[in-house]
């Protein structure tokens, strides 16, 4: 699943250093390196200690993890929705993208320019928020001009339509995201074809100085008051710090590093799992001699769906699935013995897959 998630923010807050971090950083299981799609595109793994646990049991030939995309798009400046600076190719890059990673500067430094003339991580926000809202407002006065029109005609469904429309819009012009609408699952369907740029789940990445990471500073609480109403997560990181921690390729000279800044993980590891969780994201496991193998699905999907991502013919000649729970696998030390104790699971079409299952599909085609 190619899921992308793109780093926005004003000019100089550290965008394209954590995305350069991103770039160099070691991925956990060599196999599969960061690699680079298009200039400002890039493939990292997530870390799953999982991973780990399956080769020690299994010792396979490789381990593939699971991957996601990230998209460095360009700065944004006042006036983007009007098309100003690279206005016009951030929304068509961000229009693509399934969620937002939002850097924002929480740091002062006098040799790096701020482009409001000072550190404001609640201004920087609203910069970037305003400029969206007003492209997606652009968008939903557009249908909603064609939605009134047939409903005037009597049309029951465009009626309903123009309601939720008009409820975004609202909004929107009340400097209000897309995403703060609360509406039935089934009135998204107008204004799905928008594609709005406000209504993405969003992750914001505090980019603090070195003597921050530990506890934060006053930005940061700036920044978590001004978005407490989101439901949106706050990753505290050193973009500068990070591209030194994604230099290290020995695992213990990485430990020690990390330990003299009292960090247990780098900044880029927690952005990666947070952005992956963000994006409603779980993991399924198939494990044998030949590799242990990470399968990114969606939560809530059902045994054949999560068969498909392994093969289009696993989803259509779906049987059943075989399903190891890790802790079992963990007890028992291998598949034989989980299946001589009763621990393997028989699952047919209805099951729906949980995060960290080990699993085995029968299909016939």
Request: charged share 30%.
């Amino acid at each position: 699943m190619a899921l992308q998630c793109g780093i926005v923010g004003l000019p100089n807050v550290g965008k394209s250093t954590l995305f350069n971090s991103l770039s160099s950083a070691k991925a956990e299981a060599a196999n599969f390196p960061f690699c680079t799609i298009e200039p400002n595109v890039g493939v990292v793994t997530v870390p799953d200690s999982r991973l780990k646990t399956l080769e020690g049991l299994v010792n396979p030939n490789r381990i593939l993890p699971t991957v996601i995309e990230f998209v460095d798009i360009a700065g944004l400046v006042k006036g983007a929705s009007k098309g100003e600076g690279l206005g016009n190719k951030f929304l068509a890059n961000i229009r693509e993208v399934d969620a937002v990673v939002h850097v924002i500067r929480c740091f002062e430094d006098e040799n790096i320019v701020h482009v409001a003339g000072s550190v404001d991580p609640v201004f920087d926000k609203e910069v970037i928020d305003t400029e969206l809202q007003l492209k997606d407002l652009e968008s939903v006065d557009k249908k909603i001009q064609k939605s009134e029109k047939i409903a005037k005609s009597g049309d029951a469904k465009a009626r309903k339509e123009l309601e939720t429309l008009l409820l975004f819009k609202d909004a929107l012009t009340s400097g209000k995201n897309a995403r703060s609408v609360e509406v039935e699952k089934e009135d998204l369907e107008a204004v799905r074809d928008l594609h709005l740029l406000t209504i993405k789940p969003v992750l914001y990445v505090a980019n603090v100085d070195e003597g921050s990471l530990a506890n934060g500073n006053k930005f940061v609480d700036q920044l978590r008051e001004a978005v407490k109403d989101e439901n949106a997560e706050v990753i505290i990181l050193c973009a500068a710090i990070e591209a030194q921690i994604a230099e290290f390729e020995d695992p213990e000279e990485k430990e020690m590093f990390l330990g003299e800044y009292g960090l247990t993980e780098s900044g880029l590891n927690k952005l990666i799992s947070a952005a992956y969780s963000l994006l409603d994201l779980i993991t399924y496991f198939t494990a044998g001699p030949q590799e242990v193998r990470a399968w990114t699905i969606k939560k809530g999907w059902k045994a054949p769906q999560a068969a498909g991502v392994i093969h289009t013919d696993f989803e259509r000649g779906f049987i059943k699935a075989e399903v190891i729970k890790l802790a079992d696998y963990q007890l028992f030390k291998t598949e034989a013995g989980c299946r001589e104790n009763g621990k393997i699971a028989i699952e047919g079409k209805e099951y729906v897959v949980k995060d960290g299952d080990i699993m085995h599909f029968r299909f016939n085609v």
